[in-house]
């Protein structure tokens, strides 16, 4: 069974850091890529990063470029995203996503992505 648990969210500040953490079970390391996604309330859900199986591609969404790094550790099994000079408009659900594939290929879809993860809330005040 596979299960990808989210952790690492919380209330901070504008300005502050966090860093999330994606723990996945049920999939081999690096058999797998991995995405965050993002829902705010009444909007639909966007990309925000992604990497590949190996964590040798990365890809990122305008809005987070410069500000969030996309992590992996293939022997923990676990993706991070961490997160600086966070802005009140980065407050949302943040879910993680994996897509069993051998290919590097970037996906940016969340219809690409078959397993998610339940999503931890990310708060950030002005």
């Known amino acids: 069974q596979v299960q990808l648990v989210e952790s690492g969210g919380g209330l901070v500040q504008a300005g502050a850091s966090l860093r999330l953490s994606c723990a996945v079970s049920?999939?081999?390391?690096?058999?797998?890529?991995t995405g965050w996604f993002r829902q705010a309330p009444g909007k639909e859900r966007e990309f925000v990063a992604f990497?590949?199986?190996?964590?040798?591609?990365?890809y990122y969404a305008d809005s987070v470029q410069g500000r969030f790094t996309i992590s992996r550790d293939n022997a923990k099994n676990t993706v991070y995203l961490q997160m600086n000079s966070l802005k009140p408009e980065d407050t949302a659900v943040y879910y993680c996503?994996?897509?069993?594939?051998?290919?590097?290929?970037?996906?940016?879809?969340?219809?690409?992505?078959?397993?998610w993860g339940q999503g931890t809330q990310v708060t950030v005040s002005p």
């Open positions: 049920g999939l081999t390391s690096r058999s797998y890529n």
């Open positions: 990497i590949s199986s190996s964590g040798g591609t990365t």
């Open positions: 996503a994996a897509k069993r594939s051998p290919f590097v290929r970037v996906l940016r879809y969340a219809s690409e992505y078959t397993y």
